[in-house]
């Protein structure tokens, strides 16, 4: 069983989205797995004075971080708990899932690197053991 985690993008797979050829909006699925614990390590300044949650770190994430995503052009679709597969690897489950809009290639990766959208990604951080992120395009009906 592979146990790499996944929590950023790497140079080839944001150089290969920045390059696609999406026309309109997309859907961005995300599928989430949290720690038991919270780890901020990497972010201290926004650790709570008492541990938290995975679950609770990422809900402090998507409260700071909705408001930036609305302001550029993009919505939460939807958010919903998850759990194990019924298509799927046994044994293999997801904590969260959510989709997110919006309108533009363009208007995500302006949003991704956006300084205050970065002073909260300490959130997600601390948050994910393990995640993906599956841009969706809509087909022609």
Not at 33 to 62: C, H, K, M, N, W
Request: charge should be neutral; proline fraction near 6%.
């Amino acid at each position: 069983m592979d146990t790499t985690c996944y929590l950023e993008p790497t140079w080839d797979t944001g150089r290969a989205f920045s390059q696609r050829q999406i026309a309109g909006e997309l859907v961005m699925l995300n599928l989430l797995r949290f720690r038991d614990i919270a780890d901020y390590s990497a972010s201290p300044e926004l650790a709570p004075r008492q541990p938290i949650t995975g679950a609770e770190a990422y809900d402090r994430y998507v409260a700071r971080t909705l408001p930036l995503l609305r302001r550029s052009g993009g919505d939460l679709l939807f958010m919903g708990e998850g759990g194990p597969f019924l298509i799927g690897p046994d044994g293999e489950h997801w904590d969260r899932a959510m989709l997110i809009r919006q309108k533009s290639r363009g208007a995500f990766l302006a949003f991704a690197v956006a300084e205050a959208y970065l002073t909260g990604i300490g959130h997600r951080s601390a948050a994910l053991s393990d995640s993906r992120l599956l841009p969706l395009v809509e087909l022609p009906r």
